[in-house]
Nanobody
Framework: VQLQASGGGLVQAGGSLRLSCVVS????????MGWFRQAPGKEREFVAS????????AYANSVEGRFTISRDNAKNTVYLQMNSLKPEDAAVYYC????????????WGQGTQVTVSS
């Protein structure tokens, strides 16, 4: 299974970005998907997740109400719409996949950089 994340970039505070992650080499609809991020000097943290069906969503408190995770099973793609970006949202964002039957994420993308200027 391979994950390819894209969509990062430089944006001003208050702006928006949409990240995409295309999954190949596996049955996409069989995976729960998540987004994580890691800022310099900090540990990687959970951002958002979506179940295989798209019916169950979860968000970190720090992004609730500003970020939206979604998936398109026909396109093998998961998205992260990020609005009202803050400087503290700046990080490398990673998409990850885990099988429905598993609790840990076993497959990770390469990361995409998000920079937010104040």
């Amino acid at each position: 299974v391979q994950l390819q994340a894209s969509g990062g970039g430089l944006v001003q505070a208050g702006g928006s970005l949409r990240l995409s992650c295309v999954v190949s080499g596996g049955a996409f609809s069989g995976y729960n998907m998540g987004w994580f991020r890691q800022a310099p000097g900090k540990e990687r943290e959970f951002v958002a997740s979506v179940s295989w069906s798209g019916g169950n969503l979860a968000y970190a408190n720090s992004v609730e109400g500003r970020f939206t995770i979604s998936r398109d099973n026909a396109k093998n793609t998961v998205y992260l719409q990020m609005n009202s970006l803050k400087p503290e949202d700046a990080a490398v964002y990673y998409c990850a996949a885990r099988l429905k039957s598993q609790s840990d994420y076993h497959y990770w993308g390469q990361g995409t950089q998000v920079t937010v200027s104040s």
